[in-house]
């Protein structure tokens, strides 16, 4: 039982992680109808951001942490300015591989700076509770503390702001939304800004609980992160919270009571059965059925 | 004063004309009506007035040319425009698209103000107004269109085929809405398949054909055309 409970403390930590990263695919696809297959190296770009923040500047965490957002958050904006919006028009297959070419451009950029992984010091002593069985360690709390925070700021951001409201008017029908002097173009620069932002937290974090990064470390996580935002049901913002977890919980729990090879294998299989019967994702629509 | 002066608009879709060059005035505070049938371009050119599509030629509104103005800039000039099937979001409750309609305003009391008076205007969004939009019927949404647009306090109002899909007794409450804000001093530009109901409530109008204008004169001189009841008015 106390394996069990100290796994699914793993569990939503790791969960939290793709939460935090599948909500970016699932904002961008809610406002563009495109996934950005950047937002893995977006993440990666998180990391190595951090790294330089703190090996400069010995700045407290939560000063890092949004240094860390604004920079990533910024990057995705630039990138949606520059390589996605000239293609708004154009068939979504064009901005998805440009979305690919512009996650393979950072990685290189990255990838030419540094081009052997780094360690990643920690930013606070992290000291571990041990509570019955149970052992949690600062780091892991602070993992899942900064994600729920986040997270539930994103919520209220959604769902009780002007700005929320206008986000989610374009998911339904974008050509409307400056037919009432909402500027498109501004609403979706700050949803860029905001999921690339959590992105770039959520690889702070991850540099943190696994602290070698690289400049390829974006990829397998941005691609099991995008599955989660599918999962979820993609343009559902709490479907990729919900997705990120599940993963997060298959992955650590096919570990914890199977070899560990498995891991991929079980998680993976699991998601497509889901994907059989619920092809919109858990938490997805169906697309606007126009009269 | 006129609120609109049109000067040879131009829609092209590709190599395909949508509106051929076609010119015309609204005089302020008038209802004015372009009818015409199924593709003859009236939906590209209520596009064009609010900023949607490109278009060639001039538009003056206000006095002012508004050619190099974006759509949401144009709402805050006093243009709004209800779209070609409604355009309201079935994934926000009715109130929150009320309050969308208001973006542009600063004042808040007014937005309150306006917001109660729309939903007093209006009893059936009032009775659902925490409800997601996409679950009202095709009148009530086409209310909720109205309504939201009434939000940002326009000067002119750009009407897209209010009537279509709807029961004869909703139509009658729709353009009895429209009366009542066109009463209140708003300009109205109207767009409509069904010509005798427009024809009837309009000042002015011009009969649209495949882009082109081939008749114009008050409401009541194109209801008494032969030309327009024998296309137009089944006579």
Redesign the interface.
């Given at each position: 039982m106390d394996y069990f409970a100290q796994q699914a403390i793993n569990a939503i930590q790791q969960g939290s992680i793709y939460a935090l990263i599948a909500l970016g695919y699932s904002m961008v696809y809610g406002v563009l109808t495109m996934i950005n297959f950047a937002h893995g190296d977006l993440f990666m770009v998180g990391a190595f951001a951090c790294l330089l923040i703190a090996s400069f500047f010995p700045l407290p965490f939560i000063v890092i942490l949004i240094l860390v957002m604004l920079a990533t958050g910024f990057l995705g904006a630039l990138l949606e300015r520059l390589a996605y919006r000239p293609l708004r028009n154009a068939p979504r297959v064009s901005a998805i591989i440009t979305a690919l070419g512009c996650g393979l451009v950072i990685e290189n950029v990255v990838l030419s700076l540094s081009p052997y992984a780094k360690p990643m010091p920690p930013l606070f002593t992290v000291t571990g509770y041990h509570i019955g069985g149970l052992s949690v360690s600062t780091l892991q709390l602070m993992i899942i503390g900064v994600s729920i925070a986040l997270m539930l700021g994103l919520d209220f951001l959604i769902r009780r702001t002007s700005f929320g409201m206008a986000m989610r008017a374009i998911s339904f029908d974008a050509k409307t939304v400056p037919l009432l002097g909402i500027p498109l173009n501004r609403i979706i620069s700050v949803t860029f800004l905001i999921g690339a932002g959590l992105g770039g937290a959520a690889g702070m974090l991850y540099g943190q609980a696994y602290p070698v990064i690289a400049a390829s470390m974006g990829i397998l996580v941005g691609w099991k992160a995008f599955v989660a935002a599918v999962v979820g049901g993609i343009g559902s913002i709490r479907g990729a919270v919900l997705g990120g977890y599940i993963l997060g919980t298959v992955e650590v729990m096919t570990v914890a009571f199977l070899p560990s090879t498995y891991r991929d294998l079980v998680a993976y299989s699991l998601l497509l059965v889901i994907l059989i019967f619920k092809p919109y994702g858990l938490l997805g629509k169906a697309p606007n059925q126009k009269v | 004063m006129n609120a609109l002066e049109v000067h040879d608009l131009t829609v092209a879709y590709g190599d395909i004309r949508a509106v051929k060059g076609i010119s015309f005035t609204v005089k302020q505070g008038e209802i004015f009506t372009l009818i015409g049938a199924n593709g003859a371009g009236k939906t590209s050119t209520l596009r064009a007035l609010?900023?949607?599509l490109k278009y060639g030629g001039k538009v003056v509104y206000q006095r002012a040319e508004i050619d190099g103005i974006?759509?949401?800039?144009r709402?805050?000039l006093g243009l709004?425009?209800v779209?070609e099937?409604r355009?309201i979001?079935?994934?926000?409750t009715v109130m929150?698209n009320l309050?969308?309609?208001a973006?542009?305003r600063k004042d808040k009391a007014g937005v309150a103000e306006d917001l109660e008076r729309g939903l007093t205007a209006f009893p059936r969004l009032r009775e659902r107004k925490d409800q997601a939009a996409g679950t009202l019927s095709g009148g009530e949404q086409q209310m909720l269109a109205v309504a939201?647009?009434l939000m940002?306090r326009p000067k002119t109002l750009l009407l897209d085929e209010p009537s279509m899909?709807l029961a004869p007794k909703l139509v009658q409450d729709i353009y009895r809405v429209v009366r009542e804000i066109n009463a209140q001093g708003v300009t109205i530009v109207l767009v409509e398949q069904n010509a005798n109901l427009a024809l009837k409530i309009a000042h002015s109008a011009a009969v649209l054909e495949t882009g082109s204008i081939s008749l114009a004169g008050t409401g009541a001189e194109l209801l008494s055309d032969p030309r327009v009841q024998a296309a137009y008015l089944g006579a």
């Open positions: - | 609010s900023g949607m974006a759509a949401d800039k709402v805050g709004a425009h779209p099937g355009g979001f079935g994934n926000l929150e309050k969308l309609g973006w542009l939201r647009a940002s899909g």
